[in-house]
């Protein structure tokens, strides 16, 4: 059996373990409880740790990518996301069964999820969410109590003395459930319902929550089984009361849930493992000395490389020795051994023998409040970073129909200024955004669409025949950059690139907009487009991290 720490910081740590690492996930657990931004002194009072040590901490993980510092204020980035799409990619199952999971959702219309267990308590992996009234708030990597849910009763069916003991004991030291703050605390149970709903899945094979989470939520669940007759993920369908009862709600999906939890069962035991041994490592330890030399001591060298070995986990495989850890991070292998030990201790690796894995708890590294972030709160950070430099508004904007609509936006502090508000929307055709965006779409959709299109005169220079937009949507598609030039307004001079998804597809784009006295257009060109093109490549990057198991709303 895999050996798992619960430990968690501030706990007595082995002789070997890599303080720094342990302050670090410190940090990045009491940001993430406080839904992903706190105050330097909040997080100070949070984490019992010095000021000194949190600007330290936290410095070392804006370098890394991980936060962001504004003025006082620490805020988790996309980029920590990789740390738990390393345990996602490690255990397959989302890219596995997302699909079915999201057809199921589809044709039930209901939300529909995929659940893990993490020591007594259970973590989601994927959902399937319908945009609602009353709708599913839970995230992927939210830590819920097995006693209130569906998934957690079946997980319990294979718990042994132990872990019926440290279920018991938590219970004990934390009745109301006030430790799982993704849920509302309530009345303790008593502690033979719990048994008894465990007893019951035993014998029927399925789970039901009628209303323990809070009043109104109903759950059904049924396992997802290994050939070896274990449960590698818990299925579940999620409703409300003003749509089903509970006997309602097992009579009328009981059956197609099972069907598809053998449709995943199947997909597991078929699906070939195409994941490639680890790859040559990046140059961590150039980029740590330069990091070291730039920051001198408020960089910490050993935090960096510590949470990069989470990261050699994922692609290159569920388990992974001591040796092809190093190999893939490329430290030292008593280096990558104190960070494995201390990522033990705390709960985020597991070890069977000489193989090591990633747990659930990893999730807890910021997945949580990172997996509902915008393409919009992705591209603001950038945007503003452009603007200071520039000194002209930015703007990220998606196409809508045959319109562009302006979803974020930086604006600066000239006397003459583009006066343009988030939500405002502009005809495609005679915009830099619009133009990107239109150059991406297939020749069909946009041949359709101009079809409907009334391309007017705005201002002096407008294209309105179709033909010569036509012409210019093909120079836009090779150039990789669309300018417009008085077509919208008069004296309103535009430049715009796309911000592209995982799949190459052009999902927004970003533009800076001046007066036409401000540049020439040879400077666009020159001084301006390069940062724009920097930025979007920018706002991608994170964009694909985050859509990697999560979907990123444009809006």
Known sequence: ???????????????????????????????????GSLSLSDLERATGLARSTVDRVTLTLARTGYVRLDGRTVTLAPPLMEL?????????????????VDALADELDESVSLAVPDGGDIRFVHQATRRRAMSLSFRIGDLLPAERTAPGALFATLWGPAEWQAWRQRRASDPAGAGFTSLPPCPRPADGTFEERVERARSEGWALDDQL???????????????????????????????????????GLLARLRDAAEAMEGRLRDAPDTRDAPAAPAPLASWTAASKQELGREFIESLARGLTVITAFGDTGAALTLSAVARATGL????????LITLEHLGYVAVDGRDHRLTPRVLALG?????RITLPRIAEPHLVALAGQIHDSTSLAVLVDDSVQYVARAATHRIMNVNITVGTRFPAYATSLGRVLLADLPPGELAGLL???????????????RAALEAVLERVATEGYAL????????????????????????????????????????????????????????????????RFTRVAAV
């Open 84 to 100: 738990g799409n390393a345990y996602l990619s490690s255990i397959r199952l989302p890219g596995l069964l997302g699909g079915l």
């Open 367 to 371: 997945y949580p409040p990172l997996s």
């Open 332 to 339: 030292s292998r008593a280096s990558a051994r104190r960070a």
């Open 451 to 465: 079809d409907h299109a009334e391309l007017r005169p705005l201002a002096p220079h407008t294209v309105t025949r």
């Open 484 to 547: 417009v030039d008085e077509e919208l307004e008069a004296g309103l001079r535009s430049i715009a690139v796309p911000v592209r998804d995982r799949e190459g597809t052009a999902v927004a784009a970003v533009n800076v907009a001046m007066h036409s006295s401000s540049r020439t257009i040879d400077a666009c060109l020159e001084q301006v487009l390069p940062r724009l093109r920097l930025t979007a490549d920018r706002i991608e990057s994170e964009l694909r991290t985050a859509a």
């Open 1 to 35: 059996m895999p050996r798992t720490s619960t430990a968690e910081p501030g706990t007595e740590a082995p002789a070997e373990a890599v303080a720094p690492l342990v302050r670090g996930i410190t940090v990045l657990r009491r940001l993430s409880d406080a839904d």
């Open 213 to 251: 989470i809070e009043p109104g939520l109903l759950a059904l669940a049924v396992p997802v089984r290994d050939p070896a007759g274990g449960i590698t993920c818990v299925l579940s369908v999620v409703s409300h009361t003003s749509r089903h009862s509970a006997p309602g709600l097992r009579e």
